[in-house]
């Protein structure tokens, strides 16, 4: 797995919870120096974790922006998961155990047509709010909403859905 920590936050913690994991580690941006954090980082064009997972054969990888409370992801074929495509693939499994009541996913107005139809697909709303996480995390309060988060990675899961840990799980296992 490739590991995109942006010389920020996650620099040291990422890799070694992903190693954790079970996970074999090619670390990149790893060593901050002060003034490196996000350096060419990009959410919408991650190139440089694409073109590492495709140079080493990696099975996935997951680029952090330097506060760490973003992630986007590249699968083994180079193809990028973004906020939405993360959004829908833990409403399936939440909505398929059960754990998602309402049946309601909060994001942006920057979301992609393609989640609100996968969502629909399986009789979960999506409702848009301005672009930002704080909006976001606004609106699933004052709604009781366990699942949101935007487009940029930004991922919020509040009390009642399935517990964050279990969550990467199943994240990481679709991925493989």
Known sequence: MVVDCNNGATFELGPKVIRALGAQVTALNHRPDGTNINLGYSALEPQRLRDTVLSEHADWGVQFDGDGDRAVFVDEQGRFVDGDFVLAILARDWAERGLLRPSL???????????????????????????????????M??????????????????????????????LFEWLK
């Open 105 to 139: 996913v909060v994001s942006t107005v920057m979301a992609n047509v393609g989640l609100e139809r996968s969502l629909k697909e399986i009789g979960v709303r999506l409702e848009r709010t301005p672009v930002g996480d704080r909006w976001v995390t606004e609106r």
């Open 141 to 170: 309060r004052a709604c009781a909403v366990q699942l949101g988060g935007e487009q940029s990675g930004h991922i919020v899961m509040l009390d009642g859905g399935t517990p964050p840990e279990m969550a990467s799980t199943r």
